[in-house]
């Protein structure tokens, strides 16, 4: 018996929660489904799942056994991934368009390197530009941007969240005091980049307000600079907080605020036919991004 197809078994029982669901998925008699476990079982020397007449649980074995295996299975899942890739031999340029910051020209970048290494005869042209991309007129093939829609005439993919708080140097909340509401930081310097509005929800309260201050630029990185040195209060993505964060440079303001998230888009030209580069590269960037947790801290 192919054990292969045991552990796949067994895999979906755990997945499904009952024999009679994973049958139904795997298109097997609930009968089959348990031999096979059991076969795995006894193959192993081991009791994977405990059983009752009505239920049945994973034994610490088997749950070892499962995470193990889901490891292995991945692991298998990008070999015959990164495979593909080698298989087919493409060339040409491919021109994107992203947003920057540690998103753009650290994770973007980071996963466009794996396609070049993977097929060197490839062109990529990474372009930083903050003016939005008409894709039915500029020479551009793929575009990474935020906001809660992707723009009219595209096909999009959703690839991500950022999430963002607020941010100030320990030394500036030390000199000016903290706010306890958002409305409180009409009376603070705030240190801004391209959003113009700032938006907060606790509970059933929201808050929209326009922050005033004297450092504005869409750099996160520049504002980021400027918090360190005590300009003022900055909306900043937990990308760009983690290190300063953990460092101590930079501490949270209004965390019991939740602040509005930013959708992350990969957007293409719709209607038109991509080039099979184009296209393997944005496979290749949605299956990357929805395995990035872009909203750790």
Request: one cysteine or more; a neutral charge.
């Amino acid at each position: 018996m192919d054990r292969y197809t045991q552990i796949q078994t067994f895999l979906a029982v755990c997945d499904a929660g009952s024999f009679t669901a994973a049958a139904q998925t795997l298109g097997l008699s609930r009968s089959r489904v348990s031999q096979l476990v059991m076969q795995l079982e006894q193959r192993l020397g081991v009791t994977l799942l405990q059983r009752t007449t009505r239920s049945q649980h994973l034994t610490p074995e088997g749950d070892h056994f499962r995470r193990q295996c889901q490891a292995g299975l991945q692991q298998l899942d990008d070999a015959e991934h990164k495979l593909k890739l080698m298989a087919d031999r493409l060339s040409g340029p491919v021109r994107i368009n992203s947003v920057g910051g540690v998103l753009g020209e650290h994770y973007l970048a980071k996963v466009l390197t794996e396609i070049v290494d993977s097929h060197p005869d490839l062109e990529i042209r990474l372009d930083y530009s903050s003016q939005r991309v008409d894709l039915s007129r500029d020479p551009v093939d793929l575009v990474i941007r935020g906001g809660d829609d992707p723009g009219p005439g595209v096909e999009a993919e959703r690839i991500g969240r950022l999430e963002h708080r607020l941010c100030a140097s320990p030394q500036y909340l030390n000199r000016v005091g903290f706010p306890h509401h958002p409305d409180d930081l009409n009376r603070f310097n705030c240190v801004t980049g391209t959003p113009q509005v700032w938006r907060f929800r606790r509970g059933n309260d929201s808050v929209e307000l326009t922050p005033k201050g004297n450092w504005r630029s869409p750099s996160s990185q520049a504002q980021l600079l400027a918090v360190e040195q005590g300009l003022g209060i900055a909306r900043l993505s937990n990308l760009v907080l983690k290190e300063p964060m953990q460092a101590g440079r930079v501490v949270p303001v209004l965390s019991d605020w939740q602040i509005e998230n930013t959708t992350i888009w990969l957007v293409w030209a719709s209607r038109v036919e991509l080039p099979r580069r184009v296209q393997m590269v944005r496979d290749h960037l949605i299956r990357r991004f929805h395995s990035i947790d872009l909203g750790a801290l």
